[in-house]
């Protein structure tokens, strides 16, 4: 498995993280991300130019960075693309995901340019911002009405939103700015003023 600074992170951070994404999608998570991150799989961090990957092409890197961006955004805290999560992604399609899986991926990478192309006559990196954001908002809406297909394979936004979710919250970033990582075990404070916790912990 790829290695990266959060390699002292212990197990239970990455099924708390889990946890919290299966909350906010409001489902339950593939198993095959669910395995991979179990596994300790993980953004590469390295120089921009050290790193290649190795299930996207270099454009789809930049797709799914796009994406994820709008997914997550930088606000006061780091967005995804700060926390690579494009990497983590590609590390769980490289690693984790069965060709089938990543192939469905791939397939609704180019379906989702394809899109782009007609909605707004260029590639979806060439549309404005807020063009980018009708096609995902499209594809968000057409994949909250498959949610209770069940028999169905998950929607290609889905496996992307889950992807990034959890790229994010399992990355330094994620921990450690974005729900404020505390060590375990940690100093134990009885009595702590709510305005002092603000976001939400995660151990």
């Given at each position: 498995?790829?290695?990266?600074?959060?390699?002292?992170?212990?197990?239970?951070?990455?099924?708390?993280?889990?946890?919290?994404?299966?909350?906010?999608?409001?489902?339950?998570?593939?198993?095959?991300?669910?395995?991979?991150?179990?596994?300790?799989?993980?953004?590469?961090?390295?120089?921009?130019?050290?790193?290649?990957?190795?299930?996207?092409?270099?454009?789809?890197?930049?797709?799914?960075?796009?994406?994820?961006?709008?997914?997550?955004?930088?606000?006061?805290?780091?967005?995804?693309?700060?926390?690579?999560?494009?990497?983590?992604?590609?590390?769980?399609?490289?690693?984790?995901?069965?060709?089938?899986?990543?192939?469905?991926?791939?397939?609704?990478?180019?379906?989702?340019?394809?899109?782009?192309?007609?909605?707004?006559?260029?590639?979806?990196?060439?549309?404005?911002?807020q063009e980018q954001r009708a096609v995902l908002d499209q594809l968000d809406h057409e994949a909250f009405a498959a949610?209770?297909?069940?028999?169905?394979?998950?929607?290609?936004?889905?496996?992307?939103?889950?992807?990034?979710?959890?790229?994010?919250?399992?990355?330094?970033?994620?921990?450690?700015?974005?729900?404020r990582h505390a060590p375990v075990p940690g100093r134990f404070e009885g009595c702590v003023p709510l305005d002092r916790?603000?976001?939400?912990?995660?151990?």
């Open positions: 498995m790829t290695q990266s600074s959060n390699d002292a992170q212990p197990v239970i951070d990455r099924r708390e993280a889990l946890r919290r994404v299966t909350l906010l999608l409001g489902g339950a998570v593939s198993a095959s991300t669910v395995a991979g991150v179990l596994a300790g799989c993980e953004a590469r961090r390295t120089p921009d130019g050290a790193w290649t990957p190795r299930a996207l092409s270099s454009e789809q890197v930049e797709l799914v960075a796009a994406v994820a961006e709008h997914i997550l955004p930088e606000t006061d805290t780091p967005g995804a693309r700060a926390a690579l999560v494009h990497r983590f992604i590609d590390a769980m399609l490289a690693e984790s995901y069965p060709a089938e899986e990543r192939q469905r991926f791939l397939t609704g990478l180019g379906d989702m340019d394809a899109r782009a192309q007609r909605s707004c006559g260029r590639a979806f990196l060439r549309c404005a911002t949610a209770g297909d069940h028999a169905a394979a998950p929607p290609f936004f889905r496996t992307m939103k889950e992807l990034t979710l959890v790229g994010y919250y399992t990355s330094e970033i994620g921990a450690t700015r974005e729900l916790i603000g976001r939400a912990w995660a151990v």
